[in-house]
T-cell receptor
């Protein structure tokens, strides 16, 4: 199963870049990596996704290693509103392509 | 507002009540999902509907009964629930389900259910 491993928690100073790592060593060749975040008691919010190349949008950048076994989500200038749980997600083959959310990384942005 | 609307946002019910959660999306998506999120646990997929047909049922107890009358609406009917069913119930939609390409989920804000 292409599951993910993330640190349980991280802190980041406000205004600094937040780098959130994720391991997905069993990901299949054609599977995307997705990142979502969930602010307390709200629905998860889509951030970014990628397949092989690095990606950037208005929210974040996604760096995927060449072997695709890990990735890093980068929030370039973290603000207090970025405090949330961040999920790195892949689909799990053999289960109808269901998404595996895991427990994510709880990011706290410190003033 | 994400384009996926869930009502009610909060629901308190007794174990003998019958209630329903509603989800509506105006994104033109063809797949809709129910997820359950209990305290300090990962999101658990409950049901998936693709083009109004149920494609996934993750061994959910029969006291949860989904209904998908069309691609824009999804219901979760609740009957004879237990206190351990108290959780945040999240609805999501996506363009389709199980395709080879990217499949981005759009979530609603959730319905917080408390069973007394």
């Amino acid at each position: 199963d292409a599951k993910t491993t993330q640190p349980t928690s991280m802190d980041c100073a406000e205004g600094r870049a937040a780098n959130l790592p994720c391991n997905h060593s069993t990901i299949s060749g054609n599977e995307y990596v997705y990142w979502y975040r969930q602010i307390h008691s709200q629905g998860p919010q889509y951030i970014i996704h990628g397949l092989k190349n690095n990606e950037t949008n208005e929210m974040a950048s996604l760096i995927i290693t060449e072997d695709r076994k890990s990735s890093t989500l980068i929030l370039p200038h973290a603000t207090l509103r970025d405090t949330a749980v961040y999920y790195c997600i892949v689909r799990v083959r053999g289960t109808g392509n269901q998404f595996y959310f895991g427990t994510g990384t709880s990011l706290t942005v410190i003033p | 507002e994400t384009g996926v609307t869930q009502t009610p946002r909060h629901l308190v019910m007794g174990m003998t009540n019958k209630k329903s959660l509603k989800c509506e999306q105006h994104l033109g998506h063809n797949a809709m999902y129910w997820y359950k999120q209990s305290a300090k646990k990962p999101l658990e997929l409950m049901f998936v509907y693709n083009f109004k047909e149920q494609t996934e049922n993750n061994s959910v107890p029969s006291r949860f009964s989904p209904e998908c009358p069309n691609s824009s609406h999804l219901f979760l009917h609740l009957h004879t629930l237990q206190p351990e069913d108290s959780a945040l119930y999240l609805c999501a939609s996506s363009q389709d389900y199980g395709g080879a390409g990217a499949n981005v989920l759009t979530f609603g804000a959730g319905s917080r259910l408390t069973v007394l």
